[in-house]
């Protein structure tokens, strides 16, 4: 685990405390807001203004969760093709939901699937 991770880990336990917001147990929640508990809208965006394209916004998810490749298959799988908010976008999904393969493929592949290929 990278040590921006821990030490975000280590924020999101004091907003948890300080506040009635319960961490990661709360299903509705979208990752956005999960993730501005640990530091605000400039933990993805610069400024807190939304890149054209996307890539500072995956630069910075890298940066705490580590690659593509670094992560498990069905992750390596997409390294170079996808960037993490094509699966997970933040504002769009909550905290626990399983992106979907269908959405992109056809031919009923699952992610414990792929894992356990
Ligand atoms: C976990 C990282 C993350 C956090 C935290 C985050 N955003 Fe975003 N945001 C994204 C990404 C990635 C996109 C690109 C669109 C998408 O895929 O959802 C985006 C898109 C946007 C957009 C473009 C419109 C849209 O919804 O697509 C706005 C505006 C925006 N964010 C504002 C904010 C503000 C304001 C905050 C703080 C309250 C915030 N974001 C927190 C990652 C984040
Ligand atoms: C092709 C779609 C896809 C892309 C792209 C993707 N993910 Fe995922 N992610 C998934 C799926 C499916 C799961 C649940 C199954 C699994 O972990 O394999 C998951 C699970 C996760 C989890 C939760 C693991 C857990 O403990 O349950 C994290 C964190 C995560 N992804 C982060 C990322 C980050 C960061 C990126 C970009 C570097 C990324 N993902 C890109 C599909 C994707
Ligand atoms: C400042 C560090 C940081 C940044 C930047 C960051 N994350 Fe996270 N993220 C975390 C921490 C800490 C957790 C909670 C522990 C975990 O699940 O790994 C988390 C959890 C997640 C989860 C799992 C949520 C669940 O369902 O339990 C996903 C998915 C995720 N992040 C995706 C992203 C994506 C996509 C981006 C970029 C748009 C991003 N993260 C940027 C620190 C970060
Ligand atoms: C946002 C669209 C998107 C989603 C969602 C998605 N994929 Fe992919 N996937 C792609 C793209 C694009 C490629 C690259 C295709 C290529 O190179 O021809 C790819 C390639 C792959 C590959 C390697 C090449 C192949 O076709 O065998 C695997 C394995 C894979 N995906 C599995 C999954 C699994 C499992 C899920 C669900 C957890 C998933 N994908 C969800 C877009 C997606």
Redesign the pocket.
Known sequence: MSNKLLTALFAAGFALLSSTASFAADEKQNLADFHVEMGGCENCHADGEPSADGAYEFEQCQSCHGALSEMD??HQ??DG??MCA??HAPHDTNVGD????S???DDG???D??NKQ
Request: glycine share 0%.
């Open positions: 298959k069905v799988s997409h093709k996808l094509d699966c399983r992106p979907e393969c959405s992109c493929h592949r699952t992610a699937k792929i």
